[in-house]
């Protein structure tokens, strides 16, 4: 086992050895070719330029948005701490825990932003609402919105052959954050209002964010935890990049954090790990849209991560007692 | 350790259902950006199409050669078994042997190809000629070729951002055999005479193939080893793919066979294992040009290539001891 520790060891070095600990920003749009450069070396990069001329861009603010879904409903994650899919202690027992789910009025979700952001020095309210439902919302409850952007990006759908899987429209501000998490996607991240800031790190540093299986709960309307008997979540990953851990792997863990400002385009490759918090603009609100494609599975990358994961769960097993202790206290 | 084994076993097996057993044949020159596509998944293709309208598609041939040559020496390998750079046991240890090398006037050479295609039924000859200098060669001793064909391949250069490292003749008969090696370059193949057949292995192989450290020796001008002191070859492959081995790892290799015509381009990925056989001509002749390209160190691919190699060193100690007794008797 120790061979392997040393083994990971020496990824992780040389493969930072290799590769830049900071986000490039590029003017963009990039060509095809170009972009198909950052997705082969699975590389995250800024590009700018790439929304001129998008309505979105040009037009969204909180009277435009509350004008066009006048009469809408959407749905919204309501949390107790703006933490939606975040890792939970429940009777001392961590817990992946989902966020309620509500449906109401696109305008009423306006009024809730606008009234934090009035009073924002005030402690966060009991009830954080974030609208963030990742299932190609664009073509569901915000297709009014559809025409103030492309349904894809052009450069993106010519290097990776398709169209995207799916486009989503976020809406929230500064109380909502988004834990430490991976997904099987290439991801171009689009902000339209306000900030967000991005702690990434690589998907080979599985290892340093302690991967786990974590039992699954939800909150509830009033911000109870319910457990769901029975369900589990693989590989989820238990460090908050902002706290740390004491473990020898964190320590050879390399965050790296990126702005991503109005008007800007994040490329985040597929599995790459990312903590997101944002910081509402001018009207209280943070809006992004983000475009889903299909990760490729084919080539090495896929089967390799998937193996540097197997060889990590041997080395973290060697440290559970401890780790056992010191997360799930009871 | 066995844990290693198993994460190493799944690799291979999740590599192989992801991705094809055979090289594809695709109607080329491709773009720039499809063959980028080919890159990204370091996946091996034979391109149709790519030498159209080269002279030396056209034009080389016996007669034509020796024309433009005349007067010109080259280099020339010669080996009693038309196998440079491999593995022969001296007094019963396995040694990287490399081939003893001769400048020579290129019609001389031309002699030695004809006569022995003339003879071509009878055994080899205790002395076997290939040029082979692989130096980029084309801009040396084939200078004088080099307006015969581009000095770089536009697609691979605008794909790659670069122009091409080395670009190299190969002139010999079927009597040589290039033994299973790998290069770190992306390789682009061009057969112009005869036929070459490879057996190719992807870079995640390495187990299988049973990578290891010989020490190294020459051909002398007579045929004899020559051991060379304190030298040696890390990580060369010492399987036989045409012999096999009956090690547990051999058994989960997926050789992939692919026959290269005149005027094809194979396109080897970087970190391939390949075993090269080739075909004489109706003049006597196989001829290649290839084009390397130097491969991309950034991004998760070559330092995953590596971990996995570390990983599978400790896999092979645990054999070692069947394995030396196999391959060292004394």
Chains 1, 2 share one sequence.
């Not at 929304?51 to 040009?58: N, P, Q, S």
């Not at 959407?74 to 939970?88: E, K, M, Q, R, Y």
């Not at 990126?258 to 985040?268: D, T």
């Not at 943070?286 to 769960?313: H, L, T």
Request: hydrophobic residues 35%; proline residues 6%.
């Amino acid at each position: 086992m120790q061979s392997t520790e040393r083994a990971l060891e020496g990824l992780l070095s040389t493969y930072h050895e290799l590769n830049n600990a900071f986000v490039p920003r590029v003017p963009g749009p990039p060509t095809p070719l170009d972009f198909l450069q950052h997705v082969r070396r699975n590389q995250p990069v800024v590009f700018t330029g790439v929304m001129e001329g998008w309505g979105a861009l040009e037009q969204w603010n909180d009277r435009y948005l509350r004008e066009k879904m006048e009469g809408c409903n959407i749905d919204v994650a309501i949390t107790p701490l703006g933490n939606a899919d975040s890792i939970v202690s429940v009777d001392g027992v961590e817990h992946f825990v989902k966020p309620y789910t509500s449906s109401e009025s696109f305008s009423s979700f306006m009024d809730y932003l606008r009234s934090r952001h009035m009073d924002a020095s005030s402690t966060p309210p009991s009830t954080i609402k974030y609208a963030q439902s990742q299932d190609g919302n664009l073509s569901k409850e915000f297709t009014v919105l559809a025409s103030d952007l492309p349904s894809s990006l052009a450069f993106a759908d010519s290097a990776l052959s398709h169209t995207p899987d799916a486009v989503n429209v976020w809406i929230g501000n500064s109380d909502s954050t988004s834990a430490l998490h991976k997904d099987n996607y290439e991801n171009l991240y689009c902000q339209v209002l306000g900030k967000k800031n991005f702690i990434l790190l690589s998907p080979l540093e599985g290892i340093c964010v302690r991967e786990k299986t974590f039992p699954v709960a939800s909150y509830d309307d009033q911000g109870k935890v319910v457990v769901e008997e029975g369900q589990s979540v693989n590989c989820w990953p238990s460090v908050d990049p902002d706290v740390g851990d004491s473990g020898k792997w964190w320590g050879k863990a390399r965050p790296i954090s990126v702005e991503l400002h109005r008007g800007e385009v994040l490329y985040l490759p597929a599995l790459w790990y990312h903590k997101v918090f944002q910081e509402e603009g001018d009207e209280g609100i943070c809006c992004a849209v983000n475009y889903w494609y299909d990760m490729d599975f084919e080539g090495p990358f896929y089967s390799m991560v998937q193996f540097v994961r197997d060889c990590a769960k041997d080395c973290e097993s060697l440290e559970g007692g401890n780790e056992q202790e010191k997360h799930i206290p009871r």
